[in-house]
């Protein structure tokens, strides 16, 4: 499913312009990831694609639905939003209790609902916690749960906020398979992320946000190859890219494999 941005201002109440005018468009099945500073507008903007806020003036479309026309409760149907502390997102006694909560109430059947719940169980490796209390969980797999949680109601759309900050490696890479699992099922996946080796693994697209305003939207190289317009939202590029840069290669890398290839 589609998100059409147009002209998007955002002004919170006590009068802070947050976001200044932003337009993009994420096709259907695509995968994004946003970067950019503290303070630059990113989980603002994540808030206005579920419609937990609404725009001050400007558009954003879900697909065909304008966002303003729509409760968050209709929104949750087509997109999902894993919060980026799970400590907001989690209340139930059990992990079972709390995945299955979503699709039951989007109004799904139970037979579709234990469907979904199980898949999005197997997805996140919680099969063997299903009776766990997710405050007996560790922050890693609690963060799982809630990744779960959101999966299991189907939507169309995905956003993730901060993902990967606090996880080890291990959950890094769990995490990156659930979002290749969800590219592979032709969802479209936002993530709002600080982890510039998991936006170059991983995304073929980069936008970076500053000060509310889009300071680079593209394909993953060509934005990560930016060193210096990305230092004014203190995005460094990954290291890998910088040690090609200082070394010569003519073309920009962002992965091991591009700079092994690039190498030989
Ligand atoms: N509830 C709020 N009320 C007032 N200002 C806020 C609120 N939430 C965020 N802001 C301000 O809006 C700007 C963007 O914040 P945010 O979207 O959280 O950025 P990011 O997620 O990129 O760190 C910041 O200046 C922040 O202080
Ligand atoms: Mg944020």
């Known amino acids: 499913m589609k998100i059409a941005i147009d002209k998007l201002h955002f002004t919170y109440p006590i009068g802070l312009e947050a976001l200044k005018g932003i337009s993009l468009v994420v096709e259907p099945g695509e995968q994004v990831a946003i970067v950019g500073q503290n303070g630059a507008g ?49 209340f139930s006694r059990d992990v079972v209790t709390e995945v299955s909560f979503g699709p039951r109430n989007l109004g799904y059947a139970k037979g579709k609902v234990d469907e979904l719940v199980e898949r999005a169980m197997a997805l996140t490796e919680l099969n063997g916690k299903a009776e766990a209390n997710p405050y007996d969980l560790s922050p890693a797999w609690r963060k799982m749960v809630a990744l779960a949680s959101i999966i299991a109601m189907d939507t169309p759309i995905v956003i993730f906020d901060e993902p990967t900050t606090g996880q080890d490696a291990v959950n890094v890479a769990r995490i990156a398979h659930v979002i290749s699992e969800l590219k592979r099922e032709g969802r479209t996946v936002v993530v709002i992320t600080h982890d510039i080796d998991f936006c170059a693994e991983n995304f073929e697209r980069v936008i970076a946000l500053s000060q509310g305003r889009v300071l680079l939207d593209g394909s993953t190289r060509e934005v990560l190859g930016q060193e210096d317009i990305l230092a004014q939202t203190y995005v460094e590029p990954p290291q890998l890219t910088r040690l090609g840069k200082r070394l010569g290669l003519k073309e920009t890398v962002t992965t091991q494999e591009e700079f092994i290839k690039s190498l030989a």
Request: hydrophobic share 35%; charged share 20%.
């Open 42 to 90: 990113k989980t603002t903007l994540a808030r206005h694609l579920n419609g937990l806020l609404k725009p001050t003036s400007g558009s954003v479309f879900i697909g065909d639905w304008e966002t303003t026309k729509f409760s968050t409760a209709k929104l949750a149907a087509r997109v999902g939003y894993v919060f980026q502390n799970p400590d907001e997102q989690l």
